[in-house]
């Protein structure tokens, strides 16, 4: 039998895909909420059954500060990227407020701007020069 007698191709549209930007949000979101499970018991574990990672840490003098982190980076506000908190307790209020900020929009250029770094083919971890991976192939290509 041959294969076009057996299959029938059909004529669909496919739904438009999800705005980067959107599917950004909702990824950090995710990622935020995880930490508030987090703060609330902490040893929770991911998706993947591995601990969940704090973001937040104290300095030498024993200052609390929070990250927010898109995938494993801080992300890069215009004041720097760690944020100071009063006490443990203030840390789900504070994720609480990252979430409506991002939800209203307030941080899209900065979302947008953490979603493009490290992305494909870009940055060292790709190589980051031109000319191919040197120590492939037996000789480099200078």
């Given at each position: ?11 669909v ?35 993947r059954?591995?601990p ?91």
């Open positions: 039998m041959a294969f076009l007698e057996k299959y029938k191709a059909v004529e549209e496919r739904a438009p895909g999800q705005d980067a930007l959107e599917r950004a949000k909702r990824k950090m979101i995710a990622a935020i909420k995880q930490q508030i499970e987090n703060a609330k018991n902490p040893g929770q574990l991911n998706g059954g591995k969940i990672r704090d973001w937040s840490f104290r300095d030498d003098a024993g200052n609390l500060y929070t990250h927010i982190r898109f995938g494993t980076r801080p992300i890069e506000f215009s004041t720097g990227k760690a944020f100071p908190i009063a006490s443990p307790e203030d840390l789900i209020p504070f994720y609480k407020e990252v979430i409506q900020a991002i939800e209203s929009g307030e941080l899209d250029d900065i979302v947008d701007r953490a979603r493009t770094i490290g992305a494909r083919g870009h940055g060292r971890r790709h190589g980051g020069h031109r000319g191919g991976h040197k120590g492939r192939g037996g000789r480099s290509r200078e």
